[in-house]
């Protein structure tokens, strides 16, 4: 069994989606970055990818790439599971935490369960996300930005 830890940030700015857990929230900012900007999604890759060795995120889908400009992270997530799958390892249990301002996240984290399960063929109580805010402390608090962290279980 192995053990992997994963943590994202990304700015919240203007024009853009709010991409999180492989859902769009609707809110008058989204996630900047280089793909749809998942912070949920982009930290499971990277505890996934952590649990298996197999470096992070940005050792395989790197931002300097256009072949990942805009890409939807539900493909990201997707070609992570294949790594860690063709290494031999199965998904145990995922733990994740997202840290954020605005807006309530508790509505939506359903519909991201179904999405991240549906993925990855684990079940809906195999993926644990909780959401909380920085009591209006630092970047987070002043609605710059966002934060995700995951902790995963590979067998």
Same mark, same amino acid.
């Given at each position: @069994?192995?053990?992997? #830890?994963?943590?994202?940030?990304? /700015?919240?700015?203007?024009?853009?989606?709010?991409?999180?857990?492989?859902?769009?929230?609707?809110?008058? =900012?989204?996630?900047?970055?280089?793909?749809?900007?998942?912070?949920?999604?982009?930290?499971?890759?990277?505890?996934?990818?952590?649990?298996?060795?197999?470096?992070?995120?940005?050792?395989?889908?790197?931002? +300097?790439?256009?072949?990942? =400009?805009?890409?939807?992270?539900?493909?990201?997530?997707?070609?992570?599971?294949?790594?860690? +799958?063709?290494?031999? #390892? +199965?998904?145990?249990?995922?733990?994740?935490?997202?840290?954020?301002?605005?807006?309530?996240?508790?509505? #939506?984290?359903?519909? @991201? /369960?179904?999405?991240?399960?549906?993925?990855?063929?684990?079940?809906?109580?195999?993926?644990?996300? =909780?959401?909380?805010? +920085?009591? =209006? @402390?630092?970047?987070?608090?002043?609605?710059?930005?966002?934060?995700?962290?995951?902790?995963?279980?590979?067998?």
């Amino acid at each position: @069994m192995r053990i992997g #830890y994963g943590i994202d940030f990304h /700015q919240l700015v203007e024009g853009r989606d709010l991409m999180i857990g492989g859902i769009k929230i609707p809110h008058h =900012k989204g996630s900047l970055g280089h793909s749809d900007a998942d912070v949920l999604l982009h930290a499971i890759c990277d505890a996934l990818l952590g649990a298996a060795c197999l470096g992070d995120i940005g050792v395989h889908f790197p931002d +300097t790439s256009a072949d990942f =400009k805009n890409i939807d992270s539900k493909i990201l997530l997707r070609k992570t599971h294949e790594l860690i +799958t063709n290494e031999g #390892y +199965t998904i145990v249990n995922i733990d994740a935490s997202l840290c954020l301002e605005a807006p309530k996240i508790k509505p #939506y984290i359903p519909a @991201m /369960q179904e999405a991240i399960a549906g993925i990855l063929g684990i079940g809906l109580k195999d993926i644990s996300i =909780k959401a909380t805010t +920085t009591e =209006k @402390m630092g970047f987070v608090g002043r609605e710059e930005g966002l934060v995700a962290h995951a902790v995963c279980l590979l067998n």
